[in-house]
């Protein structure tokens, strides 16, 4: 998003009026203002599903990334390095593989999600640099434990549907804030929508949970800003849920 290159020069001047005005306790976060973190995490079974090229999709919930709640891309000169990370390798293969490309470069994906999201992180002080990104957005997947929340909630994949209110109202109890989960719709009108990614959101501040809804603001039937990048993924709708097993092999 480039707003400030393709407004007039008018409210372009007003914009960097009201910048200015703002800049004493904001400065240099321009337009790429945000307020909450998300921990998106997807389940790989529903992930391959959707691309139909993976083979042996792990069979518990990884990373998709750790996302500003707005903006993307906000500092094209500050490269992925692997090297930064290096001691973190063991983990991101676990918790945070490329479940679409089965190529063994998996690296590709870490570079996206830092050069698009974490660079937009970085501005905090903990998310600086790429070893605190990608080293607290794993901390933070250990930290919530979605699996063995899930699992304690006796909620595991099956061939028998769920119904959305299921995850919903068991995951807002567990954790004690309103989640966002995302479905891949039905591909025919007989099928039902299948669960694919879960969003846990963090304040800004100090990275506790907070709701992924506003406050005062109902949560969200429909869907989400962030359905059209995630891959035809969309606030799922209520009513009954796949939960997809593992293919057998
Ligand atoms: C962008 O990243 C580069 C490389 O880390 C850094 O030197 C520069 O200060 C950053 N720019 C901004 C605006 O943060
Ligand atoms: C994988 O991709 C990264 C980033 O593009 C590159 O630096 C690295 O050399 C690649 N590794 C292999 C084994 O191809
Ligand atoms: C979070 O959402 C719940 C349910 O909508 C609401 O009761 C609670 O007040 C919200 N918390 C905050 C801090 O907004």
Redesign the pocket.
């Known amino acids: 998003m480039e707003p400030r290159a393709a407004r007039p020069a008018l409210l372009g001047g007003l914009c960097l009026a009201l910048l200015l005005l703002a800049g004493a306790r904001e400065p ?1 976060s321009g337009d790429h203002e945000w307020k909450k973190l998300i921990l998106v995490q997807h389940w790989p079974v529903t992930v391959c599903e959707e691309v139909n090229d993976c083979r042996e999709p792990p069979d518990y919930w990884t990373i998709h990334g750790l996302w500003p709640d707005k903006g993307g891309e906000c ?1 094209r ?2 490269h992925f390095n692997l090297d930064e990370i290096k001691d973190l390798l063991g983990e991101m293969k676990m918790y945070w593989p490329d479940v679409i490309h089965s190529s063994p470069n998996r690296t590709q994906f870490w570079k996206h999600e830092w050069e698009k999201h974490g660079t937009c992180a970085a501005q905090l002080e903990a998310l600086n640099s790429q070893r605190k990104y990608f080293g607290t957005s794993l901390a933070l997947y250990k930290q919530l434990d979605l699996n063995s929340k899930l699992l304690k909630l006796g909620i595991k994949p099956s061939i028998n549907y769920y119904h959305l209110s299921d995850f919903h109202d068991a995951l807002t109890r567990v954790y004690g804030v309103v989640p966002k989960i995302q479905c891949l719709p039905p591909e025919q009108d007989e099928q039902v929508q299948t669960i694919g990614q879960i969003e846990l959101c963090l304040t800004k501040e100090d990275l506790h949970l907070r709701n992924c809804t506003e406050p005062g603001e109902p949560p969200p039937a429909k869907r989400g800003p962030w359905a059209a990048a995630a891959r035809g993924l969309s606030v799922c709708e209520s009513g009954p849920v796949f939960y997809p097993p593992p293919p057998k092999h």
């Open positions: 240099a500092n000169s500050w």
